[in-house]
C-alpha cells in the first residue's frame, strides 16, 4: 500500500473514531423532561425567595427579618410564621386564607434567616422541608446574595426535588445570577448559570445562557441550556414561545436538530 493510501485509510479511521452519534427523538425528549423537572423546582424556590425581599437596605438583620415576617403576612395569610431574631420560621397552609404568589400555591415548611444587611450587601440564607405548589416538592436550601449596584441576585443551592405525579426524584446543586425581565420581575427573571443534578437515569449538567423565565412556566420562553447527558451527550435546548401556553424547543446534538413544544403543564410533544 503507498504512503498516500496508507494516510487516507488512517484518517478514515481517525474519522469514525470520532464521529458523534446524531441526536434521537428519544433523547431529545428525554433530555428536556429531565431538565423541566429541574427547572420547575428552581422556579418554585425562586418564588419563595422572593417574598423575602421586601425590606429596607442597610438596617439591623433582626428588623430587616421582622418586615419580611409583615411582608409574607400581608400576602399569605395561610401561613403561620415565627420569628426569632433574624430567622423566620413559615408553615404554609397552617391557616385559613390565600397561599399563593408568583403564581404557585405554596405548602410545606420553609425557614428564612436575614444574615446580613449592609449598605453593600445583603445575605439570606433559605431552607425547605416538604416545600410544594402540588406539582414539584422539594426540599433543601439556598445562600441568596444580593447585588446592589447590578440588580440582581445570586442563588447557591442544594436541592432534593420529587415530582409529586409519579415520585421522580432528583438531587443536586446550582450557582445562577438572576435579573428581573424587561416588565419587571413581577412578569419573571433572566438566569446565568449552572446547574447539575443526579436522578434515576444518573447524573446531568446544565449550562444556561440568557434563560428569561417567566414564573410559572415549566421550561424558559427564550435563551439556550446545553445539557451534558449520563452518557456524556451533549444535547443544546433553544427556547422560543410559540403562545401564551405554548414554548417550543430546538433540540441539537451530533448534527442534527428536532424539535419540540412544552405545554402550561410540562407535556413535552413533538412538533
Known sequence: MSKVA???????VIAAGCRIDPLTGQEAQQALEESSVDAQASALTSASVEIA??????????????QVRDFVASQLPCAAITLSGHELAIEYGANAGNCTFRGHHFAGTHTISVERDDDDQVLVHHSWSDFNNGRISVSGSADVTWNLDDPSRRIQ???TWT???DGRTGTGSGDRTQRPLAGGISEGFSVDGQRQWSGKRGAFHLDIDGIEMRWTDPVPQ??????TTPDEKVISLDFARIDDDTIGV???GGDRSIELK???LGVVTRR
Open 262 to 264: 412544552v405545554s402550561k
Open 157 to 159: 443551592h442544594e436541592l
Open 6 to 12: 496508507m494516510l487516507a485509510a488512517l484518517m478514515l
Open 163 to 165: 415530582r409529586m405525579s
Open 53 to 66: 425581599t421586601d425590606f429596607t437596605i442597610g438596617q439591623a438583620a433582626e428588623r430587616a427579618a421582622g
Open 222 to 227: 427564550a435563551g439556550s441550556w446545553v445539557l
Open 250 to 252: 430546538t433540540a441539537s
